[in-house]
C-alpha cells in the first residue's frame, strides 16, 4: 500500500518560515510528479506547488516567489520550503504523488499567526 507521510506542519509568526517534507514509501518515487496542496477551511483544496521527475516545476500564484519545491529521489522524498509566510497561508498541507492517477497524504497544519 503506498504511503504518503508529511511532515513539518506548525504554528509561526507572519514573515516566517517553515519547511514540510513528505515521504513516500511503496511507490517508484521516480516516475511520479509530486506535488504540494492545501485547503483552508470554507475553500477548495489548491495548488502550491508540483515538480516533475525531470525537476520542472510550478506554482500557484500566490506562492510564487516565496515557496520553494525540491525533490530528492534518493530518499523518495520532497519538500517545500516556505518563507515570507503570510495569515492567508494557514491551511492544512497535503502531500500528493501523480502518474497515472492522484495519491495524497494525510495532511499537515501549516498556521501562520502572531
Known amino acids: 500500500q503506498v504511503h ?6 506548525g504554528l509561526v509568526q507572519p514573515g516566517g518560515s517553515l519547511r514540510l517534507s513528505c515521504v513516500a ?8 510528479t509530486m ?18 521527475p525531470y525537476d520542472n ?9 516565496r515557496f520553494t ?6 530518499r523518495n522524498s520532497v519538500a517545500l520550503q516556505m518563507s515570507s509566510l503570510k495569515p492567508e497561508d494557514t491551511a492544512v498541507y497535503y502531500c500528493s504523488a501523480s502518474y497515472t492517477n492522484t495519491l495524497w ?6 498556521t501562520v499567526s502572531s
Open 25 to 32: 514509501s511503496n511507490i517508484i518515487f521516480n516516475i511520479y
Open 4 to 9: 504518503l507521510v508529511e511532515s513539518g506542519g
Open 57 to 65: 516545476t510550478d506554482y500557484g500564484d500566490s506562492v510564487k516567489g
Open 69 to 74: 519545491i525540491s525533490r530528492d529521489n534518493s
Open 105 to 110: 497524504g494525510q495532511g499537515t497544519q501549516v
Open 35 to 52: 506535488g504540494w496542496y492545501r485547503q483552508a477551511p470554507g475553500k477548495q483544496r489548491e495548488l502550491v506547488a508540483t515538480i516533475t
